[in-house]
C-alpha cells in the first residue's frame, strides 16, 4: 500500500527558540534537538521541500533586553546572534541523522554560515537540502515571525507551518481563560483585527498580502509535522 502524497511541495517551518529548550529553563537541549531532526527526516522522506526558520528566545530576546536598559537595537542584534547559535545546533542534529543542511545568516559570519542570497537557498532546496535561516532579517524592530513571513514568500513555499506550544489559535490565552475556545478556521483580517498574539501584525500582513496560508499547530505531539503536512486537519489554518 502506497504512503499519502503530502499536501505542500515546499514548506517554511517556524520554530520558536523555546522549542529546543526541552526541560531546561535555558539554552539548548541536545535531545530536543535530536528529536525535531528525527522529524524532520521523516517528512524530508516525503519528498518535500523544506525551509526553517528559529527563534532565540532560549537565548535572548531583544525586546526583553531593551526593556532592562539595552539599546533596542543593540539588542536587537544581540537576539539575531542568538537565532544562529540555534540554526547551528539544528543544523549539527540534522547532518547527524543524514539530513543534508545548509544555514544562511542576514548578518555575514562566513566562517559559520552561508549569506543570506535567495537564488542559493532556493537552489538549496531543489537539491533537497534542508536551508535554516538565522539572524532574523538582519534588522532590528523585526520578529522572527516575520523573518518566516518574509523568507517563505521569497522562497515561493506553499505554506507558513507555525510549530508552537499549543495547539492553535484561541480566542484568549487558554491557560488564562479556561473559557478559551480555538478556532480551526481564521482569516488573516480577523486575526489582526482581534490582535490575536501568535505572530505579530506584520507577518500577518505579509502572509495577507501575498495569499500564504498559516496553519498553527502543537509542535511538541509527536508526528504532528508530518500529518499537517499530508493535509491532516490540525491546528488552526490562517486563510484569505
Not at 168 to 176: E, L, N, W
Given at each position: 500500500?502506497?504512503?499519502?502524497?503530502?499536501k505542500?511541495r515546499?514548506?517554511?517551518?517556524?520554530?520558536s527558540?523555546?522549542?529546543?529548550l526541552g526541560s531546561?529553563?535555558?539554552g539548548?537541549?541536545p535531545e530536543t534537538c535530536d528529536?525535531?531532526?528525527?522529524?524532520?527526516?521523516?517528512?524530508?522522506?516525503?519528498?518535500?521541500?523544506l525551509?526553517?526558520?528559529?527563534?532565540?528566545?532560549?537565548?535572548?530576546?531583544?525586546?526583553?533586553?531593551?526593556?532592562?536598559?539595552l539599546?533596542?537595537?543593540?539588542a536587537?542584534y544581540?537576539?539575531?546572534?542568538g537565532?544562529?547559535?540555534?540554526a547551528?545546533?539544528l543544523q549539527?542534529?540534522?547532518?547527524?541523522?543524514?539530513?543534508?543542511?545548509?544555514?544562511?545568516?542576514?548578518i555575514?559570519?562566513?566562517?559559520v554560515a552561508?549569506p543570506?542570497?535567495?537564488?542559493?537557498?532556493?537552489r538549496h532546496l531543489?537539491k533537497?537540502?534542508?536551508?535554516?535561516?538565522?539572524?532574523g532579517t538582519?534588522?532590528p524592530?523585526?520578529?522572527t515571525d516575520?523573518?518566516?513571513?518574509?523568507?517563505?514568500?521569497?522562497m515561493?513555499?506553499?505554506?507558513?507551518?507555525?510549530?508552537?506550544?499549543?495547539?492553535?489559535?484561541y480566542?484568549?490565552?487558554?491557560?488564562k481563560d479556561?473559557?478559551?475556545?480555538?478556532?480551526?478556521?481564521?482569516s488573516?483580517?480577523?486575526a489582526?483585527?482581534?490582535?490575536?498574539?501568535?505572530?505579530?501584525?506584520?507577518?500577518f500582513?505579509?502572509c495577507?498580502?501575498?495569499k500564504t496560508?498559516?496553519?498553527?499547530?502543537d509542535?511538541?505531539k509527536?508526528g504532528?509535522?508530518k500529518?499537517?503536512i499530508?493535509?491532516?486537519?490540525?491546528g488552526?489554518?490562517?486563510?484569505?
Amino acid at each position: 500500500m502506497s504512503s499519502p502524497a503530502p499536501k505542500y511541495r515546499r514548506v517554511m517551518l517556524k520554530l520558536s527558540g523555546e522549542a529546543l529548550l526541552g526541560s531546561r529553563e535555558h539554552g539548548i537541549s541536545p535531545e530536543t534537538c535530536d528529536a525535531i531532526a528525527a522529524e524532520i527526516k521523516e517528512i524530508k522522506a516525503l519528498g518535500i521541500q523544506l525551509a526553517v526558520v528559529i527563534g532565540g528566545g532560549n537565548i535572548f530576546r531583544g525586546v526583553a533586553g531593551s526593556k532592562h536598559g539595552l539599546d533596542r537595537v543593540t539588542a536587537d542584534y544581540m537576539g539575531m546572534l542568538g537565532t544562529v547559535i540555534n540554526a547551528l545546533a539544528l543544523q549539527d542534529a540534522l547532518e547527524r541523522a543524514g539530513v543534508s543542511t545548509r544555514v544562511q545568516s542576514a548578518i555575514e559570519m562566513r566562517s559559520v554560515a552561508e549569506p543570506f542570497i535567495r537564488r542559493r537557498a532556493v537552489r538549496h532546496l531543489e537539491k533537497g537540502r534542508v536551508v535554516i535561516f538565522g539572524a532574523g532579517t538582519g534588522n532590528p524592530f523585526f520578529s522572527t515571525d516575520t523573518t518566516a513571513a518574509l523568507r517563505a514568500n521569497e522562497m515561493g513555499c506553499d505554506v507558513l507551518l507555525k510549530a508552537t506550544k499549543v495547539d492553535g489559535i484561541y480566542t484568549a490565552d487558554p491557560k488564562k481563560d479556561p473559557q478559551a475556545t480555538r478556532y480551526d478556521r481564521i482569516s488573516y483580517t480577523d486575526a489582526l483585527k482581534n490582535r490575536l498574539a501568535v505572530m505579530d501584525s506584520t507577518a500577518f500582513s505579509l502572509c495577507m498580502d501575498n495569499k500564504t496560508n498559516i496553519i498553527v499547530f502543537d509542535l511538541f505531539k509527536p508526528g504532528n509535522i508530518k500529518r499537517v503536512i499530508l493535509g491532516e486537519t490540525i491546528g488552526t489554518l490562517v486563510s484569505e
